[in-house]
């Protein structure tokens, strides 16, 4: 009987006999000289790293000046200067607010923070969160303002640094969500008008850079308003970054009412729920749930956006710190005031970001129990 | 009773779900409306007050202002459009020179990342977080301050001694002897060679199946990789010799500068937008299942053959969308060269609003211009989309 292949004969690849041995010159020979390409790697890496760790390391450390009221020391070193950060950090962090009430600032960011932690353990999702988060931005609003219980009242146009920072991300998350759910509700609804008017919203916003949406906030919503009513500088680019948030968002959220079984409508209907208590017992509960991942995402680039609020003249972080480097005894050290606010947001958003992972995998194993 | 209840209520026209439907769309429409009415008035109202007419005719007077660099060159004398074409050109160079960038970077550290070399895909993973985690605006900023950093031309670092000056005007670079920038020449290099070794490919995996030769591949290859390279020699004006920069004055003539600018946006859009890139060609490659490598192993296809029949296809499928976002994200952020200070067309806005007062034309054309093109990537990546995705019969 004449055997039939289909493969070609003499090409299949014969594996070796798989090793036994499991010590740890085996897992140095597999993570560094499997073949050798790998092993050419290996060696340009180790060589790279030989000739630019030690000037770092020199610039970084060795020669760096730590601690110094006087810029000239740091001119003398030929290392870094992060006595910049020591004299400028009040500057940084919290721009031009009133230097004897930073405390309150600094109380802003302490619980801002700290309501996010803990708005992130999945035992304590309520509808009681909201809740909780209204009273947070009342009380963040008293300790920014002032002007009760004894404390001085302070202007917008004075705020500044990580607080500022704090409460655009804040308000565009608090805000652009319930925007997000309305916009894909609406972009999802069997009313043509209503439709298309969400459609027009999300796409627009989408198509446009985010600079320019708050320059439009800026230049134009002036001009459509009646002249003798001006709005709040600070409170329109707010409300640019909640449309942005609110139109990027809502399509991450579209995504996950497209990703809901038409059976739960049906069941929804079935049970004689009308439209919105279908939506907010049935479907938003689980679509919400799907796409945490994904609004992570979004969220961890709102905070990084904060920063574009700088464009447009206002003092957070990034635009403090710029500010507080017009000091000529200390611009020539900019990159280290930089390389520290760098690091205050790498904090912030690789935390998001490992809380993401967390979350996904967490969400991941309910939905395979 | 509870049927003259249930249907004296039922009667009511509210609870008949198509005329609510109206009812809601009208309320709708009714409010858009009056606040666009609302809206217009007071634009109105307000321009009058400051004595501004609106309308496209300011595009025809002198702008008064010049541009440094571009693609054009724009003088004070131009008109208002010409700086506004000059800047829409800015951002459609920084935008394509970067979408190339951010691709390469991405491919290189997707691939890294999966690599067995610990060292390899632990650089890439480090520069995935540390690129990800900070804000692309902080990002720009600290390339432009590096870049302004370096020495002044009479005493600039020079990598590749007299072809390659490093200083805080910018970076000289030589020039083909026609004036060709060697950015030009690398983009038509590499349109050709993907262009022909894709078509090369083809016609031999058309061979293969017709006749079942599957000899002289890499000959094959080799050419269409030669027949591009040569072919973009052609096209370029046969040029054999490079022109390099020399420093005159305080100036360097004869290459190209490119502005720090330039560079520190196309940096903080490459380099940026290459880490997301890169996370997406990892996710892409991770999500073709081991079966498949399995199958395609029991075939038996060569490692290559199985990387390109049978990985890339399914991987391309699961890459396109998340890439085309983050290519219009990238577009639309090459709106931030205004705070480095190179003239796009948002930051060439920006100036022209001041300078004419039109701000409400000026934004509509702006929207205009960033709209079409997302739209124009979208649509022309849904159509290499359609093109990956699975083919069902």
Same mark, same amino acid.
């Given at each position: ?35 050798? +390409?790998?092993?050419? +790697? ?21 020669? /760096? ?70 009273? /947070? ?111 990027? /968002? ?16 049906? &069941? ?14 049935? +479907? ?27 464009? +447009?003249?206002?003092? !957070? ?19 280290? &005031?930089?390389?520290?606010? /760098? ?23 309910? !939905?395979?129990? | ?75 004070? =004398? ?90 805080? $005007? ?46 002289? $591949? ?70 073709? =299942? ?104």
């Amino acid at each position: 009987m004449p055997r039939i292949s289909h493969t070609r004969p003499g090409e299949g690849r014969t594996l070796p006999r798989p090793d036994s041995d499991h010590g740890w010159l085996r897992t140095v020979r597999d993570g560094f000289f499997s073949g050798w +390409i790998s092993g050419a +790697i290996t060696v340009v890496f180790v060589a790279g790293l030989a000739t630019i760790l030690p000037s770092v390391w020199r610039w970084a450390v060795a020669d /760096a000046v730590w601690y110094t009221t006087d810029p000239s020391a740091c001119r003398a070193a030929s290392g870094a200067c992060w006595a910049v950060v020591a004299e400028k950090y009040r500057v940084i962090l919290f721009g031009t607010y009133p230097y004897d009430q930073h405390w309150r600032g600094a109380l802003v960011v302490l619980f801002v923070t700290g309501l996010a932690v803990l708005s992130s353990v999945p035992r304590l999702w309520s509808a009681r969160l909201f809740v909780v988060w209204a009273v /947070a931005a009342v009380t963040v609003a008293v300790l920014m303002f002032g002007g009760i219980f004894g404390l001085p009242y302070v202007g917008t146009n004075q705020w500044g640094g990580l607080p500022l920072t704090m409460i655009v991300f804040i308000t565009s998350v608090v805000f652009g969500l319930p925007l997000a759910v309305v916009l894909a509700l609406g972009r999802r609804s069997h009313l043509p008008v209503i439709r298309a008017v969400c459609i027009g919203v999300i796409e627009i916003v989408r198509g446009l850079p985010l600079v320019s949406v708050l320059f439009m906030m800026i230049i134009l919503l002036p001009l459509f308003l009646p002249s003798d009513l001006t709005v709040d500088k600070l409170l329109r680019a707010l409300i640019g970054m909640v449309v942005f948030f609110g139109a990027y /968002a809502a399509e991450v959220v579209r995504g996950g009412l497209q990703a809901i079984p038409a059976g739960q409508y049906d &069941a929804a209907k079935a049970l004689g729920l009308g439209y919105w208590p279908s939506m907010f017992k049935i +479907i938003l509960p689980q679509a919400l749930r799907i796409v945490i991942p994904a609004l992570m995402n979004d969220i961890i680039r709102a905070f990084k956006n904060t920063t574009f609020v700088s464009v +447009i003249g206002i003092f !957070d972080m990034l635009g403090a710190t710029k500010a507080s480097l017009r000091d000529v005894d200390w611009v020539r050290y900019s990159t280290e &005031a930089y390389i520290f606010v /760098a690091l205050v947001f790498f904090l912030y958003c690789f935390a998001m970001s490992r809380y993401s992972q967390f979350i996904e995998t967490r969400l991941g194993r309910e !939905d395979t129990r | 009773m509870a049927l003259l209840f249930t249907s004296h209520w039922a009667a009511m026209f509210w609870n008949d779900a198509k005329i609510r439907g109206l009812i809601y769309q009208a309320t709708v429409l009714v409010l858009v409306l009056l606040a666009l009415a609302y809206f217009a008035l007071n634009a109105q109202q307000a321009l009058q007050e400051r004595g501004i007419t609106t309308g496209l005719a300011f595009l025809g007077q002198q702008s008064g202002f010049a541009i440094g660099e571009g693609a054009i060159t724009h003088d004070a =004398s131009d008109t208002y459009f010409h700086a506004l074409l000059t800047g829409a050109i800015n951002t459609l160079t920084v935008s394509i020179a970067s979408i190339v960038g951010a691709t390469m970077i991405g491919l290189l550290l997707g691939i890294a990342r999966l690599s067995a070399n610990k060292l390899l895909s632990g650089f890439a993973l480090i520069y995935v977080e540390l690129f990800r985690n900070t804000p692309q605006l902080l990002q720009m900023v600290m390339w432009y301050l590096l870049l302004t950093q370096l020495p002044g031309p009479r005493d600039a670092l020079s990598p590749i001694a007299g072809h390659l000056y490093l200083t805080n $005007r910018g970076i000289n670079i030589p020039v083909l002897e026609n004036g060709t920038s060697l950015f030009t020449a690398f983009l038509l290099a590499l349109v050709l060679v993907v262009i022909c070794v894709t078509t090369a490919f083809r016609l031999m995996d058309r061979r293969l199946r017709n006749t079942g030769k599957a000899n002289g $591949r890499f000959a094959a290859l080799a050419g269409a990789g030669i027949a591009a390279l040569l072919g973009t020699w052609l096209l370029l004006g046969t040029p054999t010799t490079l022109v390099s920069p020399t420093l005159q004055g305080f100036k360097y003539r004869g290459g190209q500068t490119i502005s720090p600018e330039f560079i520190a946006l196309f940096f903080g859009l490459s380099l940026y937008i290459g880490a997301f890139i890169g996370e997406i060609v990892r996710a892409g490659l991770q999500s073709v =299942s081991r079966g498949q490598l399995e199958a395609a192993d029991s075939i038996p296809l060569s490692r290559y053959d199985r990387f390109r029949l049978i990985v890339l296809p399914q991987a391309l499928r699961v890459m396109v969308p998340p890439a085309t976002a983050q290519y219009v994200s990238l577009l639309k952020n090459s709106a931030l060269g205004v705070a480095v200070g190179y003239p796009e067309l948002f930051n060439v806005t920006n100036t022209t609003t001041t300078l004419s007062g039109q701000a409400l034309e000026c934004v509509l054309l702006m929207a205009v211009f960033y709209l079409s093109i997302a739209l124009t990537i979208s649509a022309l990546m849904n159509l290499y989309n359609r093109r990956v995705q699975i083919k069902e019969r």
